[in-house]
């Protein structure tokens, strides 16, 4: 049997030494980041589409309303900071106002999950600049709107009644035509809200939920069923009162739907099932698929709700120069 010589061996045996520690640092390095990589992941819901940058005119008139309080723009038209207070709480919104004298539509505006007033900000001032007042506000829970989030439950849609009334009875509002618009969960809250209040005369509904259980027992992204089982419980009662097909015989207004085909934070099921009940019920709708679109369809919904809008609420209104 050979025997080596340890004083040849030693600078080999040490190398192999080395390399092991380096390869077994290198090992654990990974290791630790994947397994931050997945409770990152399961800390936070899972999303089908990254958040979206804000624009330049997003973040332009934000900093300009949180420094001034109201802007006066170019087109004349002017949009303030509206935070108020509900049931203890206070909410954050911003107002439009077209230039000019007269009582103009009112338009509420309510974003989505983790979205806010400010992400409305291009679409509110669009509507400003072709003749409608709008009120946008952030659904409690998210921004700088207090309360946790109960998924357009009750305490969601008092805050959303209280911000509609007050743009309702803003001297420059014409009460007798008033709309919502809503994307994603806002679109839910649209289609919770249209039902509730009498007075509405046009709505858009964009990428919403419309049959609760349905979109829970669908969803493939479990952030998304376990937000709807935390704020909601999930019981019998929470998932009727915000599914709102089933009330929607007691729909009085026409309504714009707007889905992308791809959409996998909400099924376009959820726009199939509503077309085909508001087909049942006879009602005035307008529907539009988009069928390589995701959850974010894109800026054509700002130009099919600006068209439903000024058909639906007769609006002749010369747009200002900016679009």
């Not at 493939?220 to 009662?237: A, I, S, W």
Request: proline share 6%; net charge positive.
């Amino acid at each position: 049997m050979a025997i080596l010589d340890p004083g040849k061996s030693s600078g080999y045996t040490s190398n192999r030494w080395w390399l092991a520690l380096l390869v077994g640092a290198c090992m654990s390095i990974i290791a630790t980041a994947i397994a931050m990589a997945l409770v990152t992941a399961h800390a936070r819901p899972a999303s089908a589409n990254p958040p979206q940058a804000p624009s330049q005119l997003e973040n332009d008139i934000g900093k300009g309303i949180d420094k001034e309080g109201c802007l006066i723009l170019e087109s004349k038209a002017q949009v303030c900071k509206s935070d108020y207070q509900f049931d203890g709480k206070s909410v954050e919104a911003i107002s439009f106002r077209p230039a000019g004298e007269g009582r103009f539509p009112g338009v509420l505006l309510i974003p989505g999950y983790e979205r806010t007033a400010r992400n409305l900000i291009p679409l509110g001032v669009r509507l400003a600049n072709h003749g409608f007042a709008a009120l946008a506000v952030t659904q409690p829970g998210f921004g700088k709107s207090q309360g946790p989030p109960d998924f357009v439950g009750p305490r969601t849609l008092a805050t959303l009644t209280a911000g509609y009334q007050r743009l309702r009875q803003e001297a420059f509002v014409d009460a007798s035509r008033m709309a919502i618009y809503g994307y994603s969960r806002g679109g839910m809250a649209a289609s919770l809200l249209v039902l509730q209040l009498g007075d509405v005369k046009a709505a858009v509904l964009a990428a919403g939920v419309y049959d609760f259980q349905r979109a829970y027992d669908e969803s493939t992204l479990p952030g998304v069923r376990k937000n709807m089982l935390q704020e909601t419980g999930m019981t019998k009662d929470a998932v009727r009162a915000r599914s709102s097909i089933l009330r929607m015989d007691q729909l009085k207004c026409p309504v714009l739907i707007l889905h992308g085909g791809k959409d996998v934070n909400v099924p376009v099921s959820q726009a199939l099932v509503l077309r085909e009940r508001l087909t049942q019920l006879h009602k005035d709708f307008e529907i539009k698929i988009f069928p390589d679109r995701e959850h974010s369809i894109g800026p054509e919904v700002g130009d099919l709700t600006l068209d439903f809008l000024h058909r639906k609420l007769q609006t002749d209104v010369t747009p200002a120069t900016q679009p």
